[in-house]
Nanobody, 123 residues
Framework: QVQLVESGGGSVQAGGSLALSCVASGDPVSSACMAWFRQAPGKERMAVAYLDPDGRTTYGDSMRGRFAISKDGTKNTLHLQMNTLSPDDTAMYYC?????????????????WGQGTQVTVSS
């Protein structure tokens, strides 16, 4: 069992940056796959970034080069640095985890989810 709590969302202008955090409590997550997903109203949930237990990362096509996923093992916290934001990035951002050696691509494969944090980017 693990609990995930996101923070760091807010409103920014296009071209700005935000840093999201996801604190994991309960069972240790050092061997877990962790990921960020996002969902805008009326749209499907989409992958943002994945972080394998071995440190390998994977990004969605529109996020690659702008976003960076990382983990602080000491604080048991997942991070997402978002740069050069555009209105297309406006969505609810969710932290997720599953105990697998390699991150699956589908959001339905993840067992644990945070409550989400809202990111709004204005033009």
């Amino acid at each position: 069992q693990v609990q995930l709590v996101e923070s760091g969302g807010g409103s920014v202008q296009a071209g700005g940056s935000l840093a999201l955090s996801c604190v994991a409590s309960g069972d240790p997550v050092s061997s877990a796959c962790m990921a960020w997903f996002r969902q805008a109203p009326g749209k499907e949930r989409m992958a943002v970034a994945y972080l394998d237990p071995d440190g390998r990362t994977t990004y969605g096509d529109s996020m690659r080069g702008r976003f960076a996923i990382s983990k602080d093992g000491t604080k048991n916290t997942l991070h997402l640095q978002m740069n050069t934001l555009s209105p297309d990035d406006t969505a609810m951002y969710y932290c997720a985890a599953v105990w697998r050696p390699h991150c699956p691509l589908a959001y339905s494969s993840y067992d644990y989810w945070g409550q989400g944090t809202q990111v709004t980017v204005s033009s």
